[in-house]
């Protein structure tokens, strides 16, 4: 039985609110300043500074992707992280996208130089990650995202899988507490790289590990 990592993509391999931020305000004159919570509240109309309401919010989301994914650029050390490991183990990327994105980020991460399954998933990865689970049957799993409710939702529905919070965007990384459910919090991959790999190596589920 191989190990497997659980990866998410925008924050943690691609950089996106940067990128997303650029095009709100070339395109739709709103200023973003994300702060690790709510995007809704991040957003404002230069016109009159008024807040962008939760609808029109997910109506810019779906105008970024998959038509402005190729803006998004790579995040330092991921794709020699991500070779590495697959020396070893297999890898899936679970990207919290519409289904209709897909193929649009196979290819994005294709040009990056980073070939691995994707996953897209709306909703929390807990589910998803068990299913993942059950089907590749690893020794070891490690999930690494950004956002702590999917860390909670792993918890939940995988507890055997060891937890890595990662921001890896500068901007927005000081102002996001690690994730209560994680085991960890790192946001550099050169770093992460060798978290994993004591995990992989140690060959314990989370589990029975903390046991």
Wanted: aromatic share 6%; glycine share 6%; hydrophobic share 45%.
């Amino acid at each position: 039985m191989k190990p497997l990592l659980i990866t998410d993509c925008d924050e943690v391999l691609l950089h996106m609110v940067r990128h997303f931020g650029h095009w709100l305000g070339e395109t739709h004159d709103i200023e973003f300043t994300p702060d690790g919570a709510d995007f809704a509240n991040s957003m404002r109309r230069r016109s009159d500074s008024s807040t962008i309401e939760r609808e029109e919010m997910w109506g810019l989301l779906e105008g970024f992707f998959p038509a402005e994914m190729e803006r998004q650029t790579l995040v330092p050390h991921a794709r020699e992280a991500l070779a590495a490991l697959a020396e070893q183990a297999d890898i899936v990327v679970l990207t919290n996208l519409q289904d209709h994105c897909r193929d649009h980020r196979i290819a994005q991460l294709a040009n990056h130089g980073i070939a691995h399954r994707v996953e897209c998933n709306q909703g929390g990865k807990g589910s998803p990650v068990a299913r993942l689970i059950a089907e590749f049957r690893p020794s070891v799993t490690v999930f690494v995202d950004d956002l702590a409710v999917h860390h909670e939702s792993v918890a939940k529905h995988a507890p055997e899988v060891f937890r890595l919070h990662m921001v890896a965007e500068p901007s927005l990384a000081p102002s996001v507490a690690k994730a209560a459910h994680a085991h960890a919090r790192i946001d550099d991959w050169s770093e992460a790289r060798g978290w994993i790999e004591a995990r992989f190596a140690a060959g314990l589920t989370a589990d029975a590990a903390s046991g």
